[in-house]
């Protein structure tokens, strides 16, 4: 549904965007992540139209493209901006006709779509309203309702749950994830148990490098990762004979002795596969009184750290001394890596750099061009910058 290879975008000499390349197939919910300044907005923004990319190798949405059939990309997607643009002066019905209209709908699918999306988003009550009174909260499920007027098969949502109170934010988690049956869509939020809730997959961005694309169980195995298990019990008088003993069964690769909780000591124990059964063995085995045996799984929130933690070190240590250095995918299914340029050749003279640009100009390219088309021109500072400013966020 969505298909992104090799996008860039830079603001002057600022590069926002650098090689990104991934994918969504049909009714994913994938989670775009990544600190501020990371790239996702940038991401969102170029997917839904409104802001063209420096460069792509390949950019389409339901198969169209998104710089050269960009009106066919916007019926197919609904977009949510992070501050929603609705019309003060509208009331909350009078803004989904007039998106309605937009998208040339009739009069009595309008009225059917209008009802059924504020339903959906829990705002039917406020019909009436104008969206100018409204909570910043009950803008964003309007905002909702306006990306999901249409029925179309791709959503775009860049922070869906921005000002909801949690009983709010619960109910747009639920509302995403049945989405699914219906829509494929790429949701961004800071807040990473939400993303952890609502997505099957994620995307890690740093620096404006995707860093990892997978499930959280793929970019823990990635990162080398293991099960953890939780140990409560009284060992005796000993733990560090308890913390030899359980070193010794098959599987397990570390443990950590923790603090004494009465006469009972905790231990986190890790391996591969679920330790749990191995562990109960021995402690029946020696006696032990449990008070707690259970798994530790690793948050998304430590996943999330970890990666982006050593990859904005190593993005950054690259552009300091490695300049030869190019960010490229490897087979460890979607983590990428710095690896050196070992083709470039300094005396080699590269080719003439291109790029697309709209121009209103009649004789650029001869009288018979369609001026509302792009137009391929060789870029004169050979690095095909756009010199539009924006956010590069």
Known sequence: MIEVSELTRRYGRHTAVDQVSFHLDAGEVVGLLGPNGAGKTTIMRILAGFLPATSAARLEVCGHDVLRDSLKVRESIGYLPESVPLYRDMRVQEMLDFHGRLHRMGRSDRQRRSAEVLDRVGVSDRS????????????????????????????ILDEPTSGLDP??????????RE???EHTVLVSSHILAEIESM?????????GHLIADGTREQLEQQLGGSA?????????????AAVELLKSLPGVTAVALGER??????????????????????????????????SQKRSLEDVFAQLVSGNVADISASKENAPAAT?????????????????????????PAKKMIYSLNPF??????ELGAPMEIEDPTGNAESDEPGDPS
């Not at 969206?131 to 179309?152: D, H, K, M, N």
């Not at 997505?199 to 620096?207: D, K, P, Q």
């Not at 391996?271 to 006696?287: C, S, T």
């Open 128 to 155: 009436r309203q104008l969206v100018g009174t409204l909570s910043r909260g009950l803008r964003q499920r309007v905002g909702l309702a306006v990306a999901l007027l249409p029925e179309p098969p791709v959503l």
């Open 167 to 176: 009983l709010q934010r619960r109910e747009v988690r639920s509302l995403v």
């Open 179 to 181: 989405l699914s049956d």
């Open 199 to 207: 997505c099957s997959r994620v995307l890690v961005m740093a620096e």
């Open 228 to 240: 953890g298990v939780r140990l409560e019990a009284y060992v005796g008088l000993d733990p560090e």
């Open 261 to 294: 909780l009465g006469i009972h000591h905790g231990f986190v124990i890790e391996g591969e596969g679920d330790l749990r059964e191995d562990v109960g063995a021995l402690a029946a085995q020696e006696g032990w009184a449990l008070r707690e045996l259970s």
């Open 327 to 351: 960010m490229e995918p490897t087979d460890n299914d979607g983590l990428l890596q710095l690896q050196p340029d070992s083709g470039f050749n300094a005396s080699a003279k590269a080719p």
């Open 364 to 369: 650029d390219q001869g009288t018979s061009r």
